[in-house]
């Protein structure tokens, strides 16, 4: 099959959405990662501020990117979906984001968005990697 899906366990679980963490399309070796939020398996939220979220949304994109047999290091494209005006947190999340990226640098774009799928989602990330 040319398609692998992706649900570690340690994120919860997609599938009442009708989605996968990640999707691998093997014949491009690219790793198509659905956002990532401050979610835990139980679809709680951990942190009440963007910098907290933005966080958590990135350890569980490692988490995501690890089950794929990727890496940070072989991200593609990445895209930041924080609620609000984007300019009134930069000065938050752009030292977050480089010390994340290192020297990754993949193509990133920032969106400002007056909402996410719940109320209490402040960030979203959503990526594409390829595949180690």
């Known amino acids: 099959m040319r398609k692998q899906l992706i649900n570690p366990p340690q994120?919860?679980?997609g599938s009442p959405f009708g989605m996968s963490q990640a999707v691998i399309d093997r014949a491009s070796a690219t790793v198509y990662i659905s956002g990532q939020?401050?979610?835990?398996?139980?679809?709680?939220?951990?942190?009440?501020?963007?910098?907290?979220?933005?966080?958590?949304?990135?350890?569980?994109?490692?988490?995501?990117?690890?089950?794929?047999?990727?890496?940070?290091?072989?991200?593609?494209?990445?895209?930041?979906?924080?609620?609000?005006?984007?300019?009134?947190?930069?000065?938050?999340?752009?030292?977050i984001l480089a010390q994340y990226l290192g020297e990754s640098r993949p193509s990133l774009t920032g969106i400002g968005v007056s909402s996410l799928a719940y109320p209490e989602i402040l960030v979203e990330i959503e990526a594409?990697?390829?595949?180690k």
Not at 128 to 131: K, R
């Open 11 to 13: 994120i919860y679980d």
């Open 37 to 95: 939020v401050d979610w835990d398996a139980n679809r709680q939220v951990s942190c009440h501020n963007v910098a907290g979220q933005l966080k958590k949304a990135l350890a569980n994109l490692t988490t995501v990117l690890e089950a794929s047999g990727s890496s940070e290091e072989s991200l593609l494209s990445l895209r930041v979906y924080v609620r609000g005006e984007l300019g009134e947190f930069i000065g938050d999340i752009a030292p």
């Open 128 to 131: 594409t990697a390829a595949l």
